[in-house]
């Protein structure tokens, strides 16, 4: 299927139903394709790891679990006196 930008705007609910179901739409502005919005494929492979260190925490030898690390961090933070 092939919309407008302008459709996209006016139209958004309608095109995003129809992604949902299983249909790729091309958007296009000034009649040159520019975006084509695809359905979301669900696969182990993309799912997130929960509690999974990642970015600069990931090769930390001072740190094993990152939630622990934290709450330490954040220890008497929010004491009230």
């Keep these: 299927m092939k919309a407008t930008a ?19 739409v091309v958007i296009t502005y000034r ?18 790891v929960r509690n999974h260190l990642f970015g600069m925490w990931k090769d930390h030898e001072l740190v094993d679990d990152v939630d622990q690390f934290v709450r ?5 933070r929010f004491n009230v006196i």
């Design 6 to 24: 302008k459709d996209l705007r006016f139209y958004s609910k309608e095109i995003l139903e129809t992604v949902s179901r299983g249909e790729e």
């Design 31 to 48: 009649g040159k394709p520019h975006a084509k919005l695809v359905p979301i494929t669900t696969t182990s492979d993309q799912s997130p």
């Design 72 to 76: 330490e961090k954040r220890k008497g």
